[in-house]
């Protein structure tokens, strides 16, 4: 019904920038919550940013002044532009969306991509 699909992860060195993007494929009228989560090995999931489809944004400290998060709502994708990466910075970056509207029903649960890995490393 709602699939999500991230494009963008790889291997960078530190310092180095990575655009993330995600389409959300489905029926949908409007998606209220965007945005992105992160795994890195032996650490739990953590929300890096998000962006409602009114404006407001929200990010992790550690990630404050580096990364930025946007959206095309038009197209129902979800960007997530990151500079000056740092080791610390390498897990999955996962995908996800909430608040949505498919065909007049309105669904609150959170839907998932499937993660792409960004590896900062020398």
């Known amino acids: 019904q709602v699939q999500l699909v991230e494009s963008g992860g790889g291997l960078v060195q530190p310092g180095g920038s990575l655009r993330l993007s995600c389409k959300v494929d489905?029926?949908?009228?409007?998606?209220?919550?965007m945005g992105w989560y992160r795994q890195a090995p032996g650490k739990e999931r953590e929300l890096v940013a998000a962006?409602?489809?009114?404006?407001?944004?929200n990010y992790v400290d550690s990630v404050k002044g580096r990364f930025t998060i946007s959206r095309d709502d038009a197209k129902n994708l979800v960007y997530l532009q990151m500079n000056s990466l740092k080791p610390e910075d390498t897990a999955v970056y996962y995908c996800y969306c909430t608040g949505v509207e498919i065909r007049s029903v309105f669904y609150s649960q959170p839907y998932w991509g499937k993660g792409t890995l960004v590896t900062v490393s020398s």
């Open positions: 489905g029926e949908i009228t409007l998606i209220n919550v």
């Open positions: 962006a409602t489809r009114v404006g407001t944004t």
